[in-house]
């Protein structure tokens, strides 16, 4: 099959994950799949210790931290278990006797990390918009911290719910830990706010399989010995993230996106794309009577835009069916909320979000 064929056959994916990748990134890992470089082999077929992983594992690992500006007093991580460990290894690594944390609630995936925290430690969840369906971010500033927690916790990007933080709290001495699963290279940020930065890989940087941790040098002491050797950040720290066989596919695959990231720009770059791609829709929605989004205007996510058709569910499933149908594919939003989510990740060209906007005004057209 030629290539355009592939391509032609390619749809608007507005999947929330795993999620689109560029389609130049795909095209070298397919040309580059059974003989990767002067290996005569696949990149799944050799040794992780070879030096030609190493090169593949050590890029990506530096062109991380250009991309994001990361100081040299932090460590970048490879893990397996996605987000999802993190929401259990973070606690067992920071969590003080006596020293709640202090997690900021706006959505399902910071419940679940709170769910974890709970079971090792005390954690105060007290300032959430969970009363509200978490339809917006809540005020959160200096005066808010709680200077004797172990730390602070939030969620960038609330996948589920459609909201993102604007900014972040200057939290001095307490670290501030943040899941930036769903938005992490979509915008610059200033990494040195942060404790800790984690993320899995499948909206943003490539395929699942493979977990990014960020994690200020100093805070590394606090991890006891104690732990299981697998579950103490310093063992990935003093093994390069290869304690065990990482995941070599997925850590190629994120390196050949950061290499096409950076070759287009960088953060800068994709940011004004991204900002653009969101506005366009939410300025459609805004402007139509059709379709409604009901997260506050502050709070709104430049990555998962949430919306409804006058809470009609059975129109939203012809939606979801006749988008599908013309090649719109990820539409449908999470069971926990219902209604309509397009996911409008960095890989997400422009063209999609276009094509999404002619799809919504021709069905708008047929329904009202
Ligand atoms: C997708 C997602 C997760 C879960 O990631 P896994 O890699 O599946 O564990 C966690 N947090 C956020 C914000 C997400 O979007």
């Known amino acids: 099959m030629s290539n355009t064929a592939v391509t032609e056959k390619r749809i608007h994916n507005f999947s929330a994950g795993p999620a689109v990748l560029p389609l130049e990134v795909l095209e070298t890992a397919q040309k580059e799949l059974t003989c990767f470089k002067d290996e005569g082999a696949s990149v799944m077929e050799i040794s992780h210790r070879s030096a030609a992983f190493e090169a593949v594992i050590f ?101 589920i719910a459609g909201t993102q933080w604007e ?38 940087i490539g395929p699942s ?32 993230s290869m304690f065990n066989t990482p995941p070599t596919f997925a850590i190629y695959m994120m390196g050949l996106v950061l290499e096409w990231l950076e070759d287009n720009g960088g953060i800068s770059a994709i940011q004004e794309k991204n900002e653009k791609k969101a506005a366009k829709l939410y300025d459609f929605i805004d402007n139509s009577e059709f379709y409604q989004c009901k997260v506050k205007k502050d709070s709104r996510s430049n990555m998962n835009v949430v919306f409804r058709i006058n809470d009609d569910e059975s129109l939203e499933k012809a939606f979801v069916s006749e988008s599908k149908a013309k090649g719109l594919n990820g539409l449908k939003g999470h069971r926990l909320v219902g209604g309509l989510r397009a996911s409008i990740y960095n890989n997400l060209p422009e063209e999609s979000v276009d094509a999404l906007i002619s799809f919504m005004k021709d069905f708008q057209e047929k329904n009202q």
Not at 82 to 90: E, V
Not at 224 to 237: A, C, E, M, Q, R
Request: contains cysteine.
């Open 167 to 204: 900014n972040f709290p200057d939290t001095n001495d307490v670290p501030l830990v943040c899941d930036m699963s769903s938005d992490i290279l979509s915008r610059n940020i200033d990494v040195s706010k942060f404790g800790l930065i984690f993320a899995g890989a499948q909206k943003n």
């Open 209 to 240: 399989g493979v977990g990014i941790v960020i994690v200020r040098k100093d805070l590394l002491q606090k991890s006891k010995d104690s732990l299981p050797t697998f579950l103490n950040y310093n063992t990935h720290v003093k093994n390069d």
């Open 59 to 159: 890029g990506a690992r530096d062109r991380l931290r250009r991309l994001m500006n990361i100081p040299e007093n932090y460590e970048i991580l490879f893990m397996q278990g996605g987000a999802s460990l993190q929401f259990c290894m973070i606690p067992m690594n920071f969590l003080e006797d006596g020293k709640p944390v202090q997690a900021i609630n706006t959505g399902a995936w910071t419940t679940k990390a709170i769910k974890e925290i709970n079971k090792q430690g005390s954690c105060d969840s007290s300032l959430s918009s969970e009363a509200d369906n978490f339809r917006y971010i809540p005020k959160f500033t200096t005066e808010d911290v709680n200077a004797n927690a172990s730390y602070v916790y939030i969620t960038s990007n609330n996948t």
